[in-house]
Nanobody, 125 residues
Framework: QVQLVESGGGLVQAGGSLRLSCAAS????????IAWFRQAPGKEREFVAA????????MYVDSVKGRFTISRDNARNTAYLQMNSLKPDDTAVYYC??????????????????WGQGTQVTVSS
């Protein structure tokens, strides 16, 4: 059974930083892309960032470019989202997702087969 567990969320002031982690209990972690999505209250789930299976390609939503960095450690079955210069608009529940195999990455949440339970990020002004 595939399990993804996010951690690292919390309350931070605007301009601060957080690092989210996504630990996977599956051997196929290293053969799949990882993505981070977020959902703010009253809004639809939004793509944030993705990284391909080998870590050679990343992509981001425009609103986080230059502030967030996605990475992965396949030896540890863990992915990360380093978030700097946080803004109140970044407040949301953040989810990691696994899927696509070696086909690349996608902004489409429907392309990912497995999801974590989410971790809350709150940025105060």
């Amino acid at each position: 059974q595939v399990q993804l567990v996010e951690s690292g969320g919390g309350l931070v002031q605007a301009g601060g930083s957080l690092r989210l982690s996504c630990a996977a209990s599956v051997r196929t972690f290293s053969n799949n892309a990882i993505a981070w999505f977020r959902q703010a209250p009253g809004k639809e789930r939004e793509f944030v960032a993705a990284i391909n299976w080998i870590g050679s390609y990343t992509m981001y939503v425009d609103s986080v470019k230059g502030r967030f960095t996605i990475s992965r450690d396949n030896a540890r079955n863990t992915a990360y989202l380093q978030m700097n210069s946080l803004k109140p608009d970044d407040t949301a529940v953040y989810y990691c997702a696994l899927g696509l195999g070696s086909r690349g990455t996608s902004r489409d949440s429907g392309m990912y087969s497995y999801w974590g339970q989410g971790t809350q990020v709150t940025v105060s002004s």
